[in-house]
């Protein structure tokens, strides 16, 4: 049985969706955000995604997703 190297998990920060694409420049280049962020294909969020060490971060994450959210609202209202 093949040992399965620790994988980075990146989920969206509005809908938790894993679904995303890397994004550069775009609407955050001009704010100083750096080129880390993603764009969510699900729910077409821009900004950067919550990382997890593995799937079971991730549940961990999808349980507390009511506080991050919360949390990450309070960063975009400072940004934008
Ligand atoms: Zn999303």
Not at 39 to 51: A, E, L, S, V, W
């Amino acid at each position: 049985m093949p040992k399965v190297d620790k994988t980075d998990v990146k989920a969206c920060l509005r809908c938790s969706s894993t679904d995303l694409e890397p994004m550069y420049g775009g609407i955050g280049f001009g704010l100083g955000i750096p080129p880390t962020n993603v764009r969510c294909r699900n729910c077409d969020f821009i900004g950067m995604p919550i990382i997890l060490d593995n799937d079971k971060d991730y549940e961990k994450f999808l349980e507390q997703i009511k506080v991050i959210r919360y949390f990450s609202y309070q960063i975009w209202c400072r940004l934008l």
